[in-house]
């Protein structure tokens, strides 16, 4: 529930790892600016969870 979402955002967070509460529902977004931060992103994932590293294609995001 949204509970354990807001305390994985905290947990990732205080890692370092830049992270949301995704849409409406439960979903938290990690962006990690490397590897090894998604690898210490994934790693915080809690058990029983679903854990997707997506790749953003370089140039595909911009700062407007």
Do not use: F, N, Y
């Not at 600016?33 to 953003?56: F, H, I, N, R, Y």
């Amino acid at each position: 529930g949204m509970a354990a979402s807001a305390r994985l955002v905290a947990v990732l967070r205080e890692a370092g790892v830049p992270a949301v509460i995704s849409g409406a529902g439960s979903t938290v977004l990690a962006l990690a600016e490397d590897a090894g931060q998604a690898s210490q992103a994934g790693k915080l994932c809690p058990e029983g969870w679903e854990c997707a590293e997506l790749t953003v294609a370089e140039g595909a995001v911009q700062l407007v």
